[in-house]
């Protein structure tokens, strides 16, 4: 049992985080296809070919890029970046943005490791365009490039100024924007009723390379929605120098996560992401229909166990450290569970569901729970109960 619950296995997310940090971010689609494929074979010479060229040129065009590369993960991305453009001189970060993202990714550690040399800029709340061109021009300095980081899951509020990608594309070095959650274009153009109102101003591939920068680079299982990957987009030359330094071989992805990844890229080409992603189809469904779900939900419970489930609004969250805040609207269910022996029953279930717990209620929220599991649910929750009501029993 104990190894059993370490293997990895599908679990009900019912924790309204739609890209959750501990289920694997954003959810996958269908399974890749067994058996062989041409991951470095070019079907139309018959020679080696290269394993990112084809999902490479996808993401490029769904970018807006002149070419694109793919990496085991962001971190990744940023790393052989540094380590392709700017290995033994110098990159301009901003103060503000010298972040800790999701415990391992230090900027300061990521740039050292890369054998790139950080400088400092600006001050920790404001930076101008100024402040970077000052280091620049500073003797001596060797500034290689400027790298601009989405400050993913914090903000800070008040006295505050960062410098555009628009205003750093100005200055005489490439700029290259971590923009870390793979939005690919602000304006959605992949779903029917445009952005969402919960994006509020995260950064896009497509915008921040038509405002000027020469490379960004993000994550593919945040809003992308695809596999965990970590994608290089930009600049042609910039791209294959990437591509070319020894790291890249070390960093390279696997064919399940191409295949996965070239699925997902294919979906935003054809435009029917709400279908075909699952992150933006969980994202994009009407609130109405959760909230009918979920007082069948609450209902199914309640004829077992009366009184004990209740249909409520709810707050989903994007999660993976995007939009940090933003809530989506959604609806669930809450059940009381004083002692949390309920949420451990849940979890130890099969499949486990995973639940947030508030002042000693359990919250489902049905935004990223498939439908067909509802019934799922509604078992575990009511054998969940009745194990609790044999629990009491015996000790009396
Ligand atoms: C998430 C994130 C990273 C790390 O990406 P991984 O895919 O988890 O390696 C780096 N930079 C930014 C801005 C991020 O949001």
């Given at each position: 049992?104990?190894?059993?619950?370490?293997?990895?296995?599908?679990?009900?997310?019912?924790?309204?985080?739609?890209?959750?940090?501990?289920?694997?971010?954003?959810?996958?689609?269908?399974?890749?296809a067994?058996?062989?494929?041409?991951?470095?074979?070019?079907?139309?010479?018959?020679?080696?070919?290269?394993?990112?060229?084809?999902?490479?040129?996808?993401?490029?065009t769904?970018?807006?890029a002149?070419?694109?590369?793919?990496?085991?993960?962001?971190?990744?991305?940023?790393?052989?970046?540094?380590?392709?453009?700017?290995?033994?001189?110098?990159?301009?970060v901003?103060?503000?943005?010298?972040?800790?993202?999701?415990?391992?990714?230090?900027?300061?550690e990521?740039?050292?490791?890369?054998?790139?040399?950080?400088?400092?800029?600006?001050?920790?709340?404001?930076?101008?365009?100024?402040?970077?061109?000052?280091?620049?021009?500073?003797?001596g300095?060797?500034?290689?490039?400027?790298?601009?980081?989405?400050?993913?899951?914090?903000?800070?509020?008040?006295?505050t100024?960062?410098?555009?990608?628009?205003?750093?594309?100005?200055?005489?070095?490439?700029?290259?924007?971590?923009?870390?959650?793979?939005?690919?274009?602000?304006?959605?153009?992949?779903?029917?009723?445009?952005?969402?109102?919960?994006?509020?101003?995260?950064?896009?591939?497509?915008?921040?390379?038509?405002?000027?920068?020469?490379?960004?680079?993000?994550?593919g299982?945040?809003?992308?929605?695809?596999?965990?990957?970590?994608?290089?987009?930009?600049?042609?030359?910039?791209?294959a120098?990437?591509?070319?330094?020894?790291?890249?071989?070390?960093?390279r992805?696997?064919?399940?996560?191409?295949?996965?990844?070239q699925t997902?890229?294919?979906?935003?080409?054809r435009?029917d992401?709400?279908?075909?992603?699952?992150?933006?189809?969980?994202?994009?469904?009407?609130?109405?229909?959760?909230?009918?779900?979920?007082?069948?939900?609450?209902?199914?419970?309640?004829e077992?166990?009366?009184?004990?489930?209740a249909?409520?609004a709810?707050?989903?969250?994007?999660?993976?450290?995007?939009?940090?805040?933003?809530?989506?609207?959604?609806?669930?269910?809450?059940?009381?569970?004083?002692?949390?022996?309920?949420?451990?029953?849940?979890?130890?279930?099969?499949?486990?569901v995973?639940?947030?717990?508030?002042?000693?209620?359990?919250?489902l929220?049905?935004?990223?729970?498939?439908?067909?599991?509802?019934?799922?649910?509604?078992?575990?929750?009511?054998?969940?109960?009745?194990?609790?009501?044999?629990?009491?029993?015996k000790?009396?």
């Amino acid at each position: 049992m104990a190894l059993e619950q370490t293997l990895l296995q599908p679990v009900i997310n019912a924790t309204g985080v739609l890209a959750h940090t501990n289920l694997g971010r954003a959810p996958l689609a269908a399974s890749v296809a067994p058996g062989f494929r041409n991951l470095e074979f070019d079907l139309a010479t018959g020679k080696r070919g290269s394993r990112t060229a084809g999902v490479g040129r996808l993401l490029a065009t769904a970018s807006g890029a002149e070419a694109a590369m793919v990496v085991n993960n962001n971190a990744a991305a940023v790393m052989l970046v540094l380590a392709a453009l700017a290995a033994g001189r110098s990159v301009a970060v901003s103060r503000g943005e010298s972040v800790e993202i999701g415990g391992s990714f230090r900027v300061p550690e990521v740039m050292e490791q890369s054998g790139a040399r950080l400088v400092d800029v600006g001050t920790t709340n404001r930076t101008r365009v100024a402040d970077y061109r000052r280091a620049i021009e500073h003797p001596g300095a060797d500034v290689a490039l400027v790298l601009k980081i989405h400050p993913s899951n914090y903000r800070v509020e008040g006295f505050t100024e960062a410098a555009s990608v628009a205003g750093l594309a100005s200055l005489p070095v490439p700029v290259v924007a971590d923009i870390g959650s793979g939005l690919l274009d602000s304006s959605c153009p992949w779903l029917p009723s445009g952005p969402p109102s919960w994006l509020g101003d995260e950064p896009a591939a497509r915008q921040s390379l038509a405002a000027g920068a020469a490379l960004v680079t993000f994550s593919g299982d945040k809003l992308l929605g695809g596999p965990q990957a970590g994608i290089i987009a930009g600049r042609a030359d910039l791209v294959a120098k990437c591509a070319r330094h020894p790291l890249a071989r070390a960093l390279r992805p696997g064919g399940l996560v191409l295949d996965a990844l070239q699925t997902v890229t294919l979906a935003y080409l054809r435009r029917d992401v709400a279908t075909h992603v699952p992150f933006w189809h969980m994202a994009s469904i009407p609130v109405t229909e959760l909230e009918r779900r979920a007082v069948s939900l609450a209902t199914s419970i309640n004829e077992r166990h009366p009184g004990t489930a209740a249909a409520e609004a709810m707050d989903a969250m994007p999660g993976a450290g995007s939009a940090p805040g933003a809530v989506i609207a959604s609806y669930g269910i809450t059940v009381a569970d004083p002692t949390g022996d309920i949420a451990t029953r849940l979890r130890t279930a099969s499949p486990p569901v995973i639940v947030r717990v508030q002042d000693q209620r359990l919250h489902l929220d049905l935004r990223a729970v498939t439908p067909t599991d509802d019934a799922v649910v509604a078992d575990s929750v009511s054998r969940a109960l009745e194990a609790g009501a044999a629990g009491r029993g015996k000790d009396r």
